[in-house]
């Protein structure tokens, strides 16, 4: 059975900083392309940040390239997502998951395993 859990969420002020981690288990990252969104209520799930299996490709949106950055780490079986410079825009459940083919994808539809998601919000 795969799990993804992830953690490390919260409330934060602007320009502040928090480091999203995502704890595989039934699976190992190091096959698997693994993928950062984001989700506001009454919005679609967005795309944030992505990572290919060999961890040498990362892809970041272009709203947080520059502030965000993805990595694993294949012998804590984990991904993570480096957040810096929160603004309240940024506000939203955090969802990591996990992808067999590999390629570290920006559509969610390429996502076979997801974890149930941590809330991030930033306010003054």
């Known amino acids: 059975q795969v799990t993804l859990t992830e953690s490390g969420g919260g409330w934060i002020q602007p320009g502040g900083s928090l480091r999203l981690s995502c704890a595989a288990s039934?699976?190992?990252?190091?096959?698997?392309?693994m993928g950062w969104f984001r989700q506001v209520p009454g919005r679609e799930r967005e795309f944030v940040a992505a990572i290919r299996y060999s961890g040498r490709n990362k892809y970041h949106s272009h709203s947080v390239r520059g502030r965000f950055t993805i990595s694993k780490s294949n012998s804590e079986n984990a991904a993570y997502l480096q957040m810096n410079n929160l603004t309240p825009e940024d506000t939203a459940i955090y969802y990591c998951a996990a992808e067999e083919r590999g390629l570290g994808s920006t559509e969610s539809r390429a996502y076979e395993y997801w974890g149930q998601g941590t809330q991030v919000t930033v306010s003054a």
């Open positions: 039934g699976l190992s990252v190091v096959d698997y392309g």
